[in-house]
């Protein structure tokens, strides 16, 4: 479960991961919203036919929306391998999800294709590779939607462009103790850049978790947008550093005892949200970054941050659970696995 | 450390401990608050003669309290050992505290002689023939105060006749979470009871610990005092028992959450004051009544309650320590003994 997390991470005391995801649409179809079920079938075919043409090695397993359980639905958002906007139009919606979930190619989401491409840690390079690789092997076999003076064409035109959002997600629970998360984000909207929950637009940043990526997708090139946006990251990553630095030498107990009793209620709760337990993970992972905690891996409490949500935690007990009954085993799972 | 703790404890689940107290004056003297030095030290010498008197095996150490530090003589108090009024004049007072610590002759605290037994769990038949086997060995060989119609004579009339004051302390964390304490207590007021917190009068419940003694001292025997109290006290283990068993059945995982969020705090929190630790240990004991925690006794419980008051934490330390550095210590000396 949550392959994508395993592998080797640069800057995971700060970057919990890098996603860079571009949308796409082929010329001879109307955009997903407006197309009827037969169209999405043949798109779906079309792509699924050229998906054959990968070279041998390169595996992909194929998804329908409407033959997972409405529990596997949100439990692949929770994952981060699709966007919540996929699950909208069950019968319209598939995705190919690469073996080890490094990619997704999802079909019909607000575009006819969205390529995202997710690694750990702080990793623009690789990513930026990953999905060139996948962009062209896919518009050579395909009729991409390319205008000559703007650039592929979208369904929602903050797209149009070049299509491409590079996002980081960024834990930054010591800026989040001084206080000085609002100023931080009003300052990154200031320079078109846009932040963002743990499960993307309009959701709520839990565990100190931020999704920052690039706003314009029009009039700027790809490696520029990334470039940018990479400047930004490591801006944050240092300043992170600095106040968990200046916390630690100046306020050593009161952040050790934060430290350690979330990992003690995490180690004991009978019964907890999963609101409540990303503040406690939250604050474990900045214990493990000061060096506070030392038997726990950053990786470990990413695969228990995305197990406790309330899909995947349905998912692992392979039915349906009502609220208390998910508290109770969100306690549960997460004692077994600390 | 806090020997009476130790021994042979009936219905320790809801009674910490039983204690019997008797005020007894000196005919020749005037009372403690009235004396010059001269007379308090003749007093004592008195008393100190009579002692030497007592059969082989029998053996109590004596203390005056100034020639205890403030952080030893608020540690007494917090033992049980004395009470808080015995330290309010230091010049005057003193104190014979048996070896096994169950009983305790005060000199001059309201009255000339305060004889204090202690004995873990519900206990009052051993706590009534001990005060009375000293007693009665004090009174073959002091003039006591004495008044044929009135009974014997004392410093503040709330204590003339009997001079006796048997308590329990109760553990009712149960009636405290259904809210059932204020009611309790009220109750007991009617019949003639009082209610007080973990240090005697005036002092707050912490810990859902509550003391509960006889008002009155005069026109009723000693045993139906006590006989009267104990009936109250059986009612009240009962009571409490129910309402535990109530709650396991109907409020299990919330119940066993809560013990088991304490008890995970007490073992991980770096930092912590003795309020917010004497409620956690409530919880605790609780969960050790309800066989959710196995492997903490009741009396470890006790003997850290006492432990961690802001006395006994600095004798511990062997130095005076600040607020911030007794809430470090305190956290630490909870860890590592559960």
């Known amino acids: 479960m949550v392959k994508w997390v395993e592998g ?24 997903p919203q407006r197309m009827s079920i037969q169209e999405a079938e043949a798109l779906t075919n079309e792509i699924l036919n050229v998906m054959k043409k990968l070279p041998s090695g390169v595996n992909y397993k194929f998804y329908k929306i409407n033959s997972l359980t409405p529990v596997e639905r949100v439990s692949y958002i929770e994952e981060h391998l699709i966007s919540p906007g996929l699950i909208n139009r069950p019968d319209y919606s598939s995705f190919l999800l ?20 997710l690694y750990p840690g702080l990793n623009f390079e690789k990513a930026w590779e990953s999905i060139n690789e996948i962009d062209n092997f896919l518009e050579s076999n395909l009729d991409y939607a390319y205008h000559d003076e703007f650039g592929y064409l979208t369904a929602c035109p903050t797209n149009v462009g070049t299509g491409i959002r590079a996002s980081a997600m960024v834990h930054i629970p010591a800026l989040s103790i001084i206080g000085q998360v609002n100023g931080l984000i009003n300052g990154f909207q200031k320079i078109g850049l846009t932040v963002r929950g743990l499960y993307g637009e309009g959701t709520k940043a839990f565990g100190d978790l931020y999704q920052i990526s690039n706003q314009m997708t029009l009039g700027e090139e790809e490696e520029e947008i990334i470039r940018r946006l990479k400047g930004v990251i490591y801006q944050t990553i240092s ?100």
């Open 98 to 117: 690469k073996d080890n979930e490094s990619a997704t190619i999802m079909i019909n989401e607000e575009d006819h294709l969205r390529i995202q491409v």
């Open 239 to 338: 300043k992170e550093r600095d106040v968990r630095e200046n916390l630690l030498s100046k306020r050593r107990y009161e952040i050790e005892d934060r430290v350690f009793r979330s990992y003690g209620l995490l180690k004991y709760s009978r019964k907890i949200s999963s609101k409540e337990a990303m503040q406690h993970l939250s604050n474990v992972r900045m214990g493990i970054a000061m060096g506070i905690i030392n038997d726990v891996k950053f990786k470990d409490i990413e695969k228990i941050m995305i197990g406790i949500q309330p899909g995947s935690i349905q998912k692992y007990a392979n039915r349906e659970l009502n609220d208390n009954e998910r508290d109770i085993l969100r306690a549960k799972y997460i004692r077994e696995r600390l």
């Open 8 to 31: 080797p991470a640069v800057d995971e005391d700060v970057v919990v991961s890098t996603r860079i995801r571009v949308a796409r649409n082929l010329r001879n179809y109307k955009f």
